[in-house]
Structures are given as C-alpha cells and as structure tokens.
C-alpha cells in the first residue's frame, strides 16, 4: 500500500484555527432564560417583577403556600367556626391542627413559612430593582408602593402565625445570607413596624381606586389594611383615621345582596376593597392552587363532585346567627337529608351522598354560571382578602376603643342593616365591644379571620377549649416555628414557648 | 519547510540517537500483521530469524517487514506473556500470524484513553471485563454485568426495564446526584450506555484511580468505564446469531396486610374509621406485578480482508417488565467498519443506532399507592373499580395505570469517525469526531373519568380527571467531540517510550418541545393533538447547551520492561463555571516495578510475575446543570389588571455565583502477582482519595425564598479510603477440562473532613419526619440521623419506670405500646438533640465470588455478589401520610396490642412517630449473581453440517438472594433514571439521601434459555 505523507498539515492546520477558537467557545449563556443582567437593562423589567410579585399570590398545593388549602387550615379549620371536615380520615396533618394536637413538624406549618417566604423574596427582588428602572418617580414610587402593600400583607400573615421572625427587608447579599441579621428572629414589634411602614409607604404613593387599574393595590386598601394593623396593636386613633379616610373617600360602599360578594358578578365591586384577581386561560391554571376546590363539597356516592370537602362552617357558627339574618345562608351551604339546591341550580342530590352536613358558600364557584375552564384545582375564585363590611366593623371597633361610641354604631348597624337585622343598641363600651366582635364572626365567617381576631381580642383560649380544642393559653396563640426551618439555621431561630 | 524535509530531519536525528541506522542493499522484505485471537493487533512482538541476530518488533498496528534473504528461513514470534511461535518462510512474503496468550490476564490489552497499554505496564489502577463474561448474562445494560466482577466497583442494580444501574467506583466519590462514572465508548464521552447492546461490547476497562482517569481531567472524578465495541478481523466472514428468551419476576416482595389485619390495626390506630364492608381482601401487589418475557435476537456479521474490516451487527429485546402494562422494546444496529487506505494510513468508522420503545408506568406514583391501599377495598368487582380514593385519599393504582398510555419512543445515533496517519513508524496522528445524536418523542394520553359511580363502586375522593389530556413531548440533543491525538512510540534499545499529546473539544446543544391539548378522544388514531379542543392548547420549550475544551498530554516510559513510570497531564475548561473559575489543571504520575524481571529474583519457581505500583493524580467533576452560577428569570408568570391577562417574572433560583470545581485527589498502590505459571494471579490495592469543594445541593433556609429551598454549591471536602483484593485461579486439567474461580473484596471507608460553612447537611425528606440524614464531619457521607429506639413500651409500668438520673420521666405522655426512645443527652426529654447517628447506605465491604468449569462440551458458571456494613432507612414505613395506609403484614403480626405485649413493634404508626433506629434496617445482602449451563456441539458434529460453534444454555440472574433488609431490595435506586434529557441522564438520587427505600422498582429475577449459533 501507498504512504499517504501530506495529512501533518492539515492537522497543524487545524491545531492553528483550534488555538484561536479562544473563550468565547466556552462563554455560553443560559438558554431560553432571562439573565439577571438582562434584567438590569430592560426598562420593562422591573414592572415585569411587580407583576410576578401578585402572581405569587396564587401559590397553593401541597408544596410553599400563600392561599391554598394550607392557609384555609391554619386562618380557618384551626378556629371554632370551622372543622377540617372531608372524610374523617383525610389530610391528617391538618386535622393535628384542628384538635391543636400538631408539633413543629407538621407540613403545613413549614409550607405556609417557606410560601410566605418565597412571597417575600418576590418584593425584595422587584424592590432591588425598581430603583434601577428609568420609569418617572411617581410612576416609580406607585409600583414601589404596591410591592410594599404586598410585603407588608405577607408579613402581617407572616407575624400573626408565628410571631416575631426573621427579617428580610432587602435581597440579601450572598455573603449575608447565612448571618445571623437574617438567620435570628426578629421581635414581633420589629416587624410591625417594617409592615407599618411598607403599608403607610403605600398609603402615601399608591392611586385611589378608579385612578389605577383594577386588581392593583389602591391607596384605601393600604389605609384599610395599615388600620387594621393598628388595631392589632391598639392604636385605636390611627386605626380610627385610617378607616375613617376610606370611608371618606366616598369610593366604597356595601353591596346590598350579601351573598353576590362572592359570587363572579361581586367580584371587584363596590364592596371590594382588594382581592386576588384570577381568571381563565387555555392552561387553565390562572387561579390560586386548591382553594375553592380544596373546600367544594364532597361527594360520598351518586354524583360526581365540586371538591375536598375540607374547612366545613361548624354547627357552632350556624347558631352564632340570629334569626333572620341573611347571611347565614350565604355563608353556610347547608346540605339537607333530601337534598340542597344551591344558587345556581345546580342540587346536591341528598346529605347520605356527600360526606359532611355543611361547607363554605363564600368558596363556591358555579361551574356553570361562573367562569370555568375545567381544572378543579385551579378553580378562577377571585379571594377577596379585604371589603368594605370588614372595614366597618374595622371603623367601629376603633370608634369604640377611642371613645366615640355613636360612630361605632351607626356603622355597626351598616353592617347590620344589609343582614336584614334590627339596629344594635348600645350599652356602653363594653357591651358595644362585645357586640362589634359578635358582628365580625358572623359578618367575616370562613373569610380566614377568626383564628387570629380571636387570639388579637385574648379571646382564644377561653373559646377554644369550649369548642373542644386542645388549646394551651401562651402557647397556641402562636404556630411553632418548623422544626426544619429551625435545624437548617443550626439552632439560630429559637423555637416558640410551649413547642420545645 | 517542506514535508519531505522536515521528515528527513526527523529521521536522520532519530537515527543519530539510536544508533539503529541500517546499512546494505535493501531486497524485498517480508510483512506481515500479528494479532492476538481477538483479532487486536499486537505491537512490540519481537521478530527474529532463527539462528541470526537479525530481527524487528511489531508496530501499534501490529504489522511488521523484515528483511530476509534466505527464503526459507524460520521466523521465531515472541512476546511476553504469549506463547512463542516458529514460522517456515516456505518462500512466503506475507506472514500473518495469531498469538495466543499463556497467561492473559498480564498481557490483555487494556484501553488506558487515547490509546491502550498492556496491564502488566499500567502504573495505575484498571479493571477490566470482557464483552463475552458481560453477553453471557441476561441484562439489559452493559453496567450490570460488571457486577461482582471487578473489586473497587459498585454497581446497584434496578429491575426497571431500560435502566442504566448506578455504579460507585471506590466510594461515594461525589455528594452530588452526578456520582456516576463517565462513560466512554468507542471515544464518544457519554453519560448514558443504555443504547449499547452487550453482544458489540468486545471490553469493558474500568480506571479506577486518578493516576489512570486524569486523563479525561474534569470527568473522570468517579471513575471511567471505557466501552470497546468489536471489530472485523481478518478471515472468511463470520455470521452468527445469539438469542435467548425467559421472563422476569420479582425477586422478593413486601407482604402487605390482609383485611383482618387492616381492620385489627386501625381498631387502635383509627377508631373513628369506619371501614367499608365489601368483604373484599385486595392484594394489590398481586394486581400489579407479573411474570414478564423477556426475548433478545442478535445477528452479526464480521470478517474482512488486509484493506477493509467489518463488523456488523442487528439486535433485538423486548422485556415486559415486572408491572403491569410496562414494556420495553429496543432494536439496535452496529456498523464498524475499518478501511486500510495506505499502510500508513487507516479510516475507522463506527456507527451504531438505537430505537426504543418503552410503555411508560409512573411507578413512584403506582409503587407508592400499591403499598397505601386498604385490602378492604376491592380492586375492581363488575368492571368497576375500587375507590381507594374516598375512603383513604389513595389512588386506586390499577385504574391509574389503566387510565393512562404513556409511550416514549427514544432514538439515538452515536458515532465516531477517525482517521490516523503515520508517517513514520513511531508517530501516529488520529483526528476523530465523534457524534452522540439523540431523540426523542412521548406521546401521553391520559384518559378522562369522574370519581362517580360510572368508574367506581361508589363516588368520591380526588381520582378523577374530567378532562382528557394529551401531552406531546419531543426532545432532541447533539453533542460532537473533536479529538486530535499525536502518538510517538518507540523502543530506543531497552527504553520504550510512548508519548501522547492532544486536544479535544466538546458542545452539547439540546432542545425540548412539549404541547398539550385537553378533550381529546380516547382512541389512539386521534391521539395528535390537532383533535383536541384548541382553546385548552399550550406549550412550552426549553433549552441547554454546554461546550468543554481541554489540552492533554501523557509520557509512558519503560525501561526493560521493569521499571515503569507514567505521568500525564490535562487542562479542562468548562462552560459550566464563571470565567474567573472556568480552568482546571489535572496532573499524574504513577511508577511501577516489576520485582520478577530482576536478575536477582529466582527464575522458574513458582513466581512467574510480581509488581509493585505506586500513584497519585487529581481529577475534576464538572457534573452539574448548566447555568448554576448565572442567575436567571423566570418569566410569563400571569396575573389579571382590570381583567387584562399580564405577564410577570421573577428571579428564580438563588445562585452561587462563584461556583467551582470539585478536585479530587488520590493515592493508590498495587501489588501485583501471578504464581505457577500465571494460573494464580491476584493484585492488592490500598487507595486514599481526597474530594475537597465537592459539588452539592443543599438545602437552604426558607427565609431565603427560594422556590425550592436548595441550591448548589462547593460544601465540603471527604475521603474515601479503602483496600481492593482480587484473587483468581485458573486451570487446564486436560484438553477437555478445565475450571476456574476466583474472588475480590473491596473495603472502603467514606468520611466527610470538612463543611464549607460549618454547616452540616441535612437530607432525606420522610414525609412529617423531616429529615433523616446528616452530612457532618467524621461521618460517612448521608450518615442517618435520628432518634435510637430502644424498644416498645410494654406496660404503663415501664413508662413510669423510665426515668432520667433526677427521676423525671422520660415520656410522661407515652402509652403502652409506644416506642421507647433513648435520653441521649440525659436531659429528661425526647426531642432533636437525642438524635444518634445510625450508619449509612455505603457499605463497609462488598465482594463478588466467581466460578466456572468447562468439560468437554459443557460449561457451567456462577458468581455471587455481595455488600456489608450499611444500612437501609424504610422509608416507605415511615412515611405514613393517612391513618388509613396498610401495614406490612409482618408489622400487623408482631406489633404491640392490649393481648400482646410486644416489646419490638410499636402499636401504631403516625405520621409524625418521629425518625428512629427502628424504621433502620440491616442492608447486607449475598447473592447468586448469575448461574449458567451450558452445552457445546463437538467440533466434529459441527465439521458435518459446516458450523463453527452451536450452544444452548440455561441462565438465571439473580436466583437466590440472602438478605435481611424487609423491602423489596436492598439494592436502591432512590428513583428511575430521568427519563427526559437522555444526554444528561443521571440517577436523580443525591449520595446526600442514599438508601431511603419510597418505592424503588424491585430487583427482578431472570429466567432464560439461549442458544449461539457461529457459522
């Protein structure tokens, strides 16, 4: 065979444009994902990251949550006016929490920390952001405002469940991320005053209702929702102010049938003061994650069924209402022996094919009547988190605590009157107290505020253990910190009294 | 310069140095190849014309010329480790010839990277197998059969048909997922092997130290198996065919509690449970397991003449799989073909493809609810089936896996062209490209029910999907390597010299496309997704791509066949690191000493080889995702303004920006030896391998906010050390008869050293009881943390009976029949602190025995396997998300009650009975690997109807397995490897939570009947 003898130079060849290929072979960036320091330099970005700041609103499931299932357990199934209900052997975990039986290990627990959390990161990232974008400063400031709205609502949820904690008011710098400034517990005041500051941030840059689009925070609930952070601190004139201006912004009012709050025709009314949006889409899971679905009812045999049948209104709660009162059964689906015909027509055939005796009406979402694209779990219910009936009840309160018992009921007997109830009578400030906090048990029934309005009012205990929960005064007030969380900061984040 | 020129320059220096220069009139001389019966060429034969001084070696390629004027001279052919020859000229000029070996194991050729040595001059350390020992049993990858076989490898198997085993090389040598060697076949660097059919395997050689893998640098950090495929020799072609057909069934199965047991445990451990009364006695596992068929077909086709070499070969295999409705059909062609342009010259191609089709379970899913659902309710009764799911939130799993068709068909094309030229003997210049093409698509119809009456027995529960739903994936990667090699090769005297120098170059671009449509019909010719209702169509698309350059170098040097040195070197960059940290520098050496050459040693006697090795090398891992140090976006996150449907993003993940590589460092030294004639050999090795900013996912604290709470980073440094025995006898009693058996023990000893940020690593979610392993120092990687258990509390008077030192009990709010818990720290209470650490999956030794005869026509093998010393979390056990969930029927049997005071299992088990040494079982096992008979036609039978070989054997993998552990097996894959993104394939368990059993496919057992046919 022949000897081939000029190949060499091909090669060296080769060696040469190889040696020159140089870095940028190796200098790859992501695929199909935006870079941070894409980011930095669109002027879009930073409203983008406002956007995803809401979106977060929507996480649920069984993973980090902000309102599904695991935020209904903890805001509701763990007060007197809701049992977990479902089959009695479903969803363990959040039947520890119903009968005040759970430890720091429980998973809701953990997953409504590490959701808030995430919600938290969110703000930060879109408040690191915003003041990089070229947007004018009102503009700026109102997008700023709405992303502090939101932290400070995460916060509050964050405060009432499990007490002081961590403070993350900024991204942290990877360096600080494992310091103790951000890996120790933060005093519950330290809190309230980042929230009460975000939140009168929001109050002084964000648009009133009508001036801004709907869905956005407005300026009347940054003053609703830093009111009622007042009134958690018994700062009874602010809260009083607060409420007041909303009131005075002549922009709200209460719908006058009770039951279409909740219903798609009340969603952004009149009455609401805000609420996370939701919607359809061809993916069909423009929704928060097991909400209404988690607490549709559910079916034990013959039909096929709306839901869980989780968070069941307590027979407790349906005798809390006086005769009459309409909203009873707009908050109450009670189902009868032969059968109940909800709102939309739809009947549930008899009480022997579902499995528990009521659920929550607010939840219900007609799949017939109602925007509906066909994933249960995402099913499009606007939650409204606050509405002009609270903020009455809200007025009233703090009317009462600072002494200006008239104006506590007139708006009292607001409330009242849509019920279909004759006006209260006042018998002075104690009694009126008593009956402002009868008012918002029923009015806000399965709205996810009893739980924390009773340990707010010291009432908790004592209520608890008559509806037969484990409850233990200084100690169940609060949620334990996740034991996870705690060993993952080596022991830095020191474990609520009682949880030890 | 011209060519001509600077080849002359060369020449003449050579030619200066050596001395070798020939002299007198040239004549015609005679050629010829060597070759040992594998067809491989043999470089370095010594040639000699008997009765002169006059002589030559061999070149790489095996061939030779020779000057002889006598044509009827004898040429002698001898080499170390074959058995001498004598060839009469007879006036030929072409003298081809084949050597056998006397003593294989020594003189084997072993691919060492870019380019092969004989084992007896290795400096560092290699294992090898070859194709036959790996054909020869009924697996589906090329990995299992290697297992058992070679000390210093640990493979752990699933029975899961169409996966790729995880394989261990010397320990733990990774904390991340991407603990898996890398593999190389046929110079295709590769992560996946499952598209290699193990009849084209010719060798399998395993680097096992850095001395010997530092030469793939930054990949090499867990091993390199190196994967040879067969090739065309020269001769008549060779047609045969191999087949074997059988079936697989489990191997060992987890009882479940019957009715009777249910109902008597949730007496006590749900009393409000109302139990349906179907009178039904479900064993699910029986419902979903079967005896599958597993079939092979291979046809190959090889032969060739001095100028083209072919092999050729087609393969079929089906296997049914153990679970229900599973499949798995795989059809492969190989092409290697070698065309000898010019004697100086040589074009190799080998090409293979593979088509799979694989009918999918979601056997997490399946497993995980088959071992939950209550034997109260029946599977089906009148076409309907059980509702599972309304009485104990547990889908029915029959009706998940009949309500779904889920099939993957994966393509793949991998291949290698390389062209190598010599212009002189000594040099050798190779360029070669390789391809790895894969795609792949995945249809999968999900087909819509309700949770009523027309599905089930009676409505309720969560298992319904109103809607069907069709999901189409296609997935495509390319990855191409470029390797350019020089080799120079030359014995100057008693010097022999081999040097290497190259560089490579590598990118991997992939790209993935999965749309879905809901309403759908359910029948497979509308399976496209043009039949499903528009409105619900969406989509999405994802991407990757990588790229990876590297300079190498390697200097092997030998002086009289005695003294051995061999360094090497090797700079990698990585597009998976920051600029700043991209280069990695990975050097070696390693000398050798072969004691038995030495004038001094006794020749004749019983030793017939002996040496002693000694290296060290550092290696790298760049096994990650793409972009872990770049932070990124994640956009169209969707929100409504005033109705309007609007996009938002967010910062995804938390990011180390300044990522790293991990280097690992390690020692090895060997003793080798062969007695009586190399019918004894054994080889000893003591290694100690250092990993320091090991690559790891950890979790991080929530406040954080990232989304899922983990990310990776440089954590920590740990050591594997460990001792590697092999030892072999082999024997020809008589031309008819001869045996062989042999063994090798691997002890290994994994410690973390060091935690980056102090902060020790915290794994292994079990459900309520968090996590149950902690990666701390002193401590075995992924070491299981938790409370000790001491027993049961039998009575009331044994709880008030344990107390700490001050009197204080212990468990005040105990009853009887709870788990008693050791006050470690003696502080009156039970709770985190208390937690001991209670051994690892790694095990402390595991070993591999194996046999074999051969009598006349009949050969029969066995060989077992087997670990030691680790330990099993059962955390299927543990891992209680109902009070409803069954038992395992030995748990119901012994468990404590009011009429049985049992003092080993606790009366009932939460969800949050914490973590303890009770749910920490013993993972030893032995088992019978393989066992084969086998029956040979005599030569003269197969003389008379014109066949080479014909031979029909029995076999079975896995037929008898000891062990202690209660679950499925103690061999665990956490889960099956990731079936997207075949190029980046790795098992998704992380050495952080190894040996949690959730719902592992069982090991399987093979039965199977096969026949060989050469002709």
């Known amino acids: ?500 | 310069m011209k060519p001509g020129l600077l080849k002359y320059v060369a020449v003449l220096m050579l030619f200066l140095c050596t001395g070798l220069a020939q002299a007198g009139p040239p004549a015609d001389p005679v050629k010829g190849t060597v070759r040992d019966k594998e067809g491989n060429p043999l470089p370095g034969v010594t040639i000699q014309i008997k009765g002169t001084n006059q002589g030559t070696v061999t070149q790489p390629d095996g061939t030779y010329s020779l000057n002889v004027t006598d044509p009827n001279a004898i040429l002698v052919f001898s080499y170390i480790g074959y058995t001498p020859q004598e060839v009469p000229l007879g006036g030929r000029a072409v003298v081809d010839l084949v050597l056998e070996s006397s003593a294989s194991e020594l003189n084997q050729v072993v691919v060492v990277g870019y380019g092969t040595r004989r084992k007896r001059d290795l400096t560092g350390s290699v294992g090898s197998v070859s194709g036959d020992a790996i054909a020869a049993q009924p697996v589906n990858t090329a990995t299992q059969g290697v297992q058992g076989k070679l000390a210093g490898v640990q493979i752990i198997s699933s029975g899961a048909p169409g996966s790729q085993p995880q394989v261990r090389v010397r320990g733990t040598g990774s904390m991340l997922a991407g603990a898996e060697p890398l593999y190389v076949v046929d110079g295709v660097l590769t992560n996946d092997i499952r598209n290699i059919n193990t009849t084209d395997i010719l060798t399998m050689d395993v680097l096992k130290d850095a001395s010997a893998s530092a030469i793939y640098g930054v990949r090499a950090a867990n091993g390199v198996i190196i994967i040879t495929t067969k090739r065309g020799r020269v001769g008549k072609m060779e047609v045969s065919y191999n087949m074997s057909v059988g079936w697989r069934e489990v191997a060992s199965l987890v009882k479940m509690a019957n009715s009777a047991q249910y109902t008597d445990y949730l007496k006590d451990a749900g009393p409000n449970v109302t139990i349906p009364s179907y009178n039904a006695d479900s064993d699910w596992y029986d419902a979903l397991l079967r005896k599958g068929m597993q079939q092979t077909h291979n046809v190959s086709l090889s032969g060739g003449t001095e100028k083209f070499l072919y092999y050729f070969n087609v393969g079929y295999l089906t296997d049914e799989g153990i679970v229900r409705s599973n499949k798995y059909d795989r059809f492969t062609i190989r092409s290697n073909n070698e065309w000898n342009i010019a004697s100086n010259l040589k074009f190799v191609a080998q090409v293979s493809y593979m088509h799979n089709t694989t009918q999918n379970v979601n056997l997490a899913e399946v497993y995980n609810n088959t071992y939950r659902a209550a034997p109260v309710i029946p599977i089906t009764r009148d076409g309907k089936y059980g509702n599972t799911s309304a009485f104990q939130n547990v889908g029915n799993p029959i009706l998940s896996i009949d309500k779904v068709n889920d099939r993957y068909k994966e393509n793949r094309l991998q291949g290698t062209g390389y062209l190598e030229y010599s212009p002189w003997e000594f040099i050798k210049l190779r360029s070669s490209m390789s391809a790895n093409q894969g795609f792949q698509n995945r249809r999968r119809y999900n087909v819509a029910f309700l949770n009523n009456e027309s599905t089930f027995l009676v409505a309720g529960g969560n298992q319904q999907r109103p809607e069907s739903q069709l999901t189409m994936v296609k997935e495509e990667g390319t990855e191409w390597i470029w390797d350019n090699t020089v080799t120079f090769q030359k014995k100057f005297d008693r010097h022999d010299l081999t040097v290497l120098a190259g560089f490579t170059s590598q990118e991997y671009q992939g790209n993935y496309l999965e749309g879905l449509r809901r309403n759908v019909p359910n029948s497979p010719d509308l399976w496209y997704l043009i039949a499903g209702d528009p409105n619900t169509s969406t989509n999405t698309a994802d991407g990757d791509k990588y790229a990876r350059r590297s300079w190498l170098g390697r200097i092997n040097y030998s002086y009289a066949d005695k003294y051995l040195l061999t360094a090497s070197f090797r700079n990698d960059a990585s597009s998976r690191f920051p600029s700043d940290n991209r280069n990695g520098y990975f050097p070696a050496v390693g000398a050798g000493w072969v004691i038995s050459e030495e004038p001094w040693m006794p020749k004749g006697g019983a030793l017939s080889f002996l040496k002693l090795r000694g290296s060290w090398g550092r290696i790298g891992n760049d096994n990650i995702s793409s972009n872990l140090y770049i932070l990124t976006a994640n956009s169209g996150l969707l929100y409504f303004f005033g109705g309007t449907p609007t996009l938002g993003t967010n910062l995804a993940d938390i990011k180390d920006r300044n990522l790293k590589w991990e280097t690992t460092e390690e020692y090895d030294f060997g003793l080798e030896f062969a007695f009586l004639d190399s019918r004894l050999t054994g080889e000893v090795n003591y290694y100690n391998k250092k990993t320091k900013d090991a690559l790891v996912t950890v979790k991080i604290p929530g406040l954080l906010g990232d989304p899922d709470n983990e990310y990776t980073t440089n954590a920590g440094s740990f050591v594997n050390k460990g001792w590697e025995f092999t030892v072999g006898w082999k024997d020809n009693i008589s031309e008819d008869f001869s045996y062989n058996i042999g063994g090798n023990l691997t002890l290994n000893d994994n410690e973390v050293t060091g935690l980056n940020q102090g902060q020790p690593l915290f794994r292994g979610g079990v459900g309520q009881q968090g996590n149950i392993t902690k990666t701390d120092n002193g401590q075995p990687i992924g070491s299981f943390f938790v409370l000790d258990a001491m027993g049961v509390f039998p009575t009331q008077g044994a709880i008030d009976a344990y107390v700490n030192k001050n009197g204080q009990k212990i468990q005040p709010n105990a009853q009887p029949g709870d788990l008693q818990y050791r006050d470690v720290n003696d502080d009156g209470s039970i709770n985190d602190l208390d937690r001991i650490y209670a051994g690892s999956y790694q095990p402390k030794f595991y070993y591999g025995i194996n046999a074999g005869l051969a009598c006349k026509g009949i050969d029969f093998s066995m060989d077992f396997y087997g670990n030691a010393g680790n330990k099993i979390y059962n955390g299927k056990k543990a891992f209680r998300y109902e009070v409803t969930d069954n038992v395992e029927a030995k748990y119901a049997d012994r468990r404590w009650t009011s009429t049985r005071p049992s003092t080993t299992d606790p009366r009932v088990l939460y969800g949050n009975t914490p973590a303890s040494t009770y749910f920490v079982e013993s993972g030893n096992f032995f088992r019978l690997n393989n066992i084969t008979l086998g029956y040979s036609l005599p030569k003269r039978i197969l003389d008379n109807i014109k066949m080479e070989k014909i031979r029909i054997y029995l076999t079975s993998q896995n037929l008898f397995t000891s062990k202690r552990f209660s679950g499925f097996s103690p061999e665990m894959i956490s889960s099956n490897p990731k079936q997207d993104g075949f190029l980046s394939l790795q098992n998704s368990s992380s050495p952080l939570e190894a040996g949690i059993e959730l719902s592992p496919y069982p090991t399987t057992r093979t039965y199977a009947l096969g026949l060989n046919i050469t002709f």
């Not at chain 1, 916060?155 to 400034?181: C, H, I, M, Q, W």
């Not at chain 1, 929702?225 to 700062?235: A, E």
């Not at chain 1, 009921?409 to 107290?433: E, H, T, Y």
């Not at chain 1, 233990?472 to 080596?490: A, G, H, R, T, Y």
């Open chain 1, 1 to 500: 065979m022949k000897k081939l003898n000029y190949i060499p130079f091909v090669l060296i060849g080769s060696l040469v444009i190889y040696a020159a290929c140089g870095k940028s072979f190796l200098d790859i960036p992501p695929q199909g994902r935006v870079t941070e320091d894409e980011i930095r330099t669109n002027p879009t970005a930073s409203i983008d990251l406002v956007n995803g700041v809401y979106n977060v609103m929507w996480l649920g499931g069984f993973g980090p949550d902000v309102h599904g299932l695991q935020f209904i357990t903890l805001t509701s199934i763990s007060s007197d006016d809701a049992d977990k209900g479902s089959t009695p052997q479903d969803y363990e975990p959040a039947l520890q929490i119903d009968n005040f039986i759970f430890t720091a290990t429980n998973p809701i627990v953990q997953n409504y920390w590490t959701g808030l959390y995430q919600a938290i990161a969110r703000c930060n990232q879109a408040l690191d952001k915003l003041p990089l974008s070229p947007l004018e400063a009102a503009e700026k400031n109102r997008l700023i405002g709405e992303v502090r709205f939101l932290r400070g609502y995460f916060y509050f949820n964050l405060v009432r469940t499990y007490g002081g904690v961590p403070k993350l008011d900024r991204v942290p710098t990877p360096d600080e991320a494992n310091s103790d400034e951000f890996q120790t517990r933060a005093t519950a005041d330290v809190i309230y005053e980042l929230i009460i500051s975000d939140l009168q941030f929001a109050v002084d840059n964000v648009p009133l209702k009508g001036a801004t689009q709907v869905g956005r925070v407005t300026k009347g609930a940054a003053q609703m929702l830093l009111g009622k952070v007042y009134m958690y601190r018994k700062n009874w004139q602010k809260a009083f102010e607060l409420s007041q201006a909303v009131v005075n912004s002549g922009l709200y009012d209460t719908l006058s049938a009770y039951a279409d709050i909740w219903r798609a025709k009340g969603a952004n009314s009149i009455e609401s003061i805000f609420e996370v949006q939701t919607g359809t889409n061809a993916a069909c899971n423009a929704a928060i994650e097991l909400y209404a679905n988690s607490q549709g009812i559910r079916a034990r045999k013959g039909w096929s069924d709306f839901g869980f049948g989780f968070n069941n209104p307590t027979a407790d709660l349906a005798a809390a209402y006086e005769p009459g009162d309409k909203r009873k059964d707009a908050t109450i689906i009670t189902i009868l022996p032969n059968g109940t015909v909800l709102w939309d027509g739809f009947r549930v055939p008899s009480r022997d094919s579902v499995e528990n005796d009521r659920y929550s009406y607010k939840a219900y979402h007609s799949r017939t009547q109602e925007p509906y694209c066909g994933s249960p779990d995402r099913t499009p219910k606007n939650l409204r988190v606050l509405r002009y009936g609270e903020l009455l009840l809200q007025y009233a309160e703090a009317a009462n605590e600072a002494g200006n018992g008239g104006e506590a009921l007139a708006k009292l007997n607001i409330v009242r009157k849509r019920a279909g109830l004759p006006p209260a009578v006042s018998g002075g400030q104690a009694d009126l107290r008593q009956k402002i906090w009868k008012e918002r048990r029923v009015e806000l029934a399965m709205e996810h505020d009893r739980f924390w309005d009773l340990v707010r009012t010291g009432r908790a205990g004592a209520v608890m253990r008559a509806h037969g929960k484990a409850f233990m005064d200084n100690k169940n007030e609060l949620f334990p910190i996740p034991q996870e969380q705690i060993v993952l900061s080596n022991n830095r984040l020191k474990q609520n009294p009682g949880y030890d």
